[in-house]
Nanobody
Framework: QVQLVESGGGLVQAGGSLRLSCAAS????????MGWFRQTPGKEREFVAALRWSGSSTYYADSVKCRFTISRDNAKATVYLRMNSLNPEETAVYYC?????????????????????WGQGTQVTVSS
């Protein structure tokens, strides 16, 4: 089992920045990749970014590719999401997730169903 705990959410003004953290514990060695998703009431969960615990590849949704950065600290078993130039449309609950399935293509990690463990989410509110 893998436990995930997000932190770092809060209120930020439009155009501002925020960094989210996701601390993993338990059988973290079983996880190949980590992802960030976001969701607002009444909308489908949306992929944001993903990375692997090994290697240097990262993967982003087109809508955030030039503004967000996903990174990791393997020693701390923690994944981060730095969000820059935030706009009110990106107000959502942000979730981190861990996948125990290996895929050769990063593209698979944009699908929520490949993730086995999810955090509780952290609220990000962007005001105008």
């Amino acid at each position: 089992q893998v436990q995930l705990v997000e932190s770092g959410g809060g209120l930020v003004q439009a155009g501002g920045s925020l960094r989210l953290s996701c601390a993993a514990s338990g059988r973290t060695e079983s996880s190949y990749a980590m992802g960030w998703f976001r969701q607002t009431p009444g909308k489908e969960r949306e992929f944001v970014a993903a990375l692997r615990w090994s290697g240097s590849s990262t993967y982003y949704a087109d809508s955030v590719k030039c503004r967000f950065t996903i990174s990791r600290d393997n020693a701390k078993a923690t994944v981060y999401l730095r969000m820059n130039s935030l706009n009110p449309e990106e107000t959502a609950v942000y979730y981190c997730a861990a996948s125990t399935t290996y895929y050769s293509s990063n593209g698979y990690y944009r699908f929520g169903n490949v993730y086995d463990y999810w955090g509780q989410g952290t609220q990000v509110t962007v005001s105008s």
